[in-house]
Nanobody, 124 residues
Framework: HVQLVESGGGSVQAGGSLRLSCAAS?????????MGWFRQAPGKEREGVAG???????GYADSVKDRFTISKDNAKNILYLQMNNLKPEDTAMYYC??????????????????WGQGTQVTVS
């Protein structure tokens, strides 16, 4: 099955930047998978941050639009999330997720079957 491993989290000051990576591997991994980034803060539900469909179309939560950029290196099966102008409210565990090909960016956790273990982002 598909395995996802996130990296790139850390602690930054407000206004700073981070780039998260998610490496996909395992049987059945495909560059055509739809993928997304999600986050979960303590005491809150997991929420969608950014999604990318099988043709590279992207979608974003309103709270991160114009600050975050999702992209994918299909040759390497790596998903990225460039996060700029970070705010304290962006503090959360960030997860990447993948599912079967889909031609619409998705931001609902229920739409994704495969999940990584997460990487912590702390903004102060």
């Amino acid at each position: 099955h598909v395995q996802l491993v996130e990296s790139g989290g850390g602690s930054v000051q407000a206004g700073g930047s981070l780039r998260l990576s998610c490496a996909a591997s395992g049987y059945g991994v495909s560059s055509r998978h739809s993928m997304g980034w999600f986050r979960q803060a303590p005491g809150k539900e997991r929420e969608g941050v950014a999604g990318i469909d099988s043709d590279g179309r992207t979608g974003y939560a309103d709270s991160v639009k114009d600050r975050f950029t999702i992209s994918k290196d299909n040759a390497k099966n790596i998903l990225y999330l460039q996060m700029n102008n970070l705010k304290p409210e962006d503090t959360a565990m960030y997860y990447c997720a993948a599912d079967q090909p889909c031609w619409l960016p998705r931001l609902q956790p229920r739409d994704f079957r495969y999940w990584g273990q997460g990487t912590q982002v702390t903004v102060s």
